[in-house]
């Protein structure tokens, strides 16, 4: 538990965001977030991963209250988070993807939570789309030979509290009542700024994702608990901004996700946690070529190609042809 000195010059959240050629999200996600600081206390940082869209000019000219840290060269998720949480202040810290919408009582509901709770490191919203469409994989369980199988076969949507998954499955962010999970995305990630010195940095290793489920592992080594708000919504743009980045972008959530395997599990389970993958990957393909080919909808047709983008890296991760760490041409993208 914290003990501080109350200083009324302290922030309450700390909003960290990491930018890279999002100018078109960027305003409307910080607008979101000026709307509430008028119920909250708040100041916000932006690291830009050396955008060549305006974003910094932007910033500057509409956004001046706003600090921001104008890097040379793409940095990486977890290495732009820390610039941000070295220079935070606020007794909370929310990592902030730029593709994301805050609705208002969203920052007090998570604050809240937080307060009454001083044992609660980790908190995070449901994701949904501007539809109102739920999100997958905004909070979940501790990747391992259990939860992955579960996921990968669907077990966890056929029955969430017996079959445990990777990623939460949507109908459990419809009961409304918070939900102790083992990690939250980074993409709507609020922390105890506390609890995040105490367990260090983001890893550095991973240029983006799967550094959210090793930040929130450390954190429940320490004795923290994470917790799911499914009642606080947070809209994410993620279809939207990720498509034009083609299927190959998917394929990096392997990549980390072999690093993570690699870093807690011997050689014969990474295999396995590979093999259940490769088969939930092939079931998606055949699922959304059935799709298409019943309704010739184009986006079944993007659906499948990421699937087998992962099913193709997660095959040469089990094989042993591909050298470890993620291809920097593919990482060279922001946000999540």
Not at 119 to 145: D, F, H, M, N, T
Not at 270 to 294: C, K, P, Q, S, T
Request: aromatic content about 10%.
């Amino acid at each position: 538990m914290e003990h501080t000195i109350a200083d009324a010059s302290r922030p309450t959240v700390s909003v960290v965001i990491v930018n890279w050629n999002t100018r078109q999200f960027l305003g409307p996600c910080l607008d979101s977030i000026l709307a509430a600081q008028d119920k909250v206390s708040l100041e916000i940082r932006v690291v830009d991963n050396a955008s060549q869209d305006g974003s910094v000019a932007m910033l500057r000219d509409r956004y001046p209250q706003i600090k921001v840290i104008a890097n040379d060269e793409n940095r990486g998720f977890a290495a732009a988070n820390n610039q941000a949480l070295a220079q935070a202040r606020g007794k909370y810290t929310l990592l902030l993807n730029p593709d994301t919408e805050v609705p208002g009582g969203t920052l007090e509901h998570m604050v809240r939570f937080l307060d009454d709770h001083p044992q609660v490191g980790i908190v995070g919203p449901r994701l949904q789309v501007l539809s109102g469409k739920i999100q997958g994989g905004a909070a979940g369980y501790e990747p391992s030979l259990w939860t992955v199988f579960n996921y990968s076969f669907f077990l966890y949507k056929l029955a969430p509290r017996l079959f445990r998954g990777m990623w939460l499955a949507q109908r459990q962010y419809l009961a409304g009542a918070p939900i102790r999970v083992d990690w939250v995305s980074g993409a709507a990630l609020m922390v105890r700024l506390a609890a995040a010195r105490e367990v260090g940095q983001l890893d550095e290793a991973y240029f983006m994702y799967a550094e959210d489920v090793d930040f929130c592992r450390r954190l429940r080594e320490r004795g923290w608990t994470i917790y799911c708000l499914p009642d606080v919504q947070i809209i994410h743009h993620i279809g939207r901004s990720t498509r034009q980045r083609g299927p190959g972008f998917f394929a990096i959530n392997v990549h980390s996700l072999d690093h993570y395997y690699r870093s807690h599990y011997a050689p014969g389970v990474v295999r396995l946690l590979h093999l259940f993958g490769a088969g939930g990957f092939l079931l998606r393909i055949l699922g959304y070529e059935a799709l298409y080919l019943l309704r010739r909808k184009a986006v079944y047709a993007e659906l499948r190609d990421q699937w087998r983008s992962c099913l193709a890296t997660s095959l040469r991760r089990l094989l042993g042809l591909t050298q470890l760490g993620v291809d920097k041409t593919l990482s060279d993208e922001a946000p999540r």
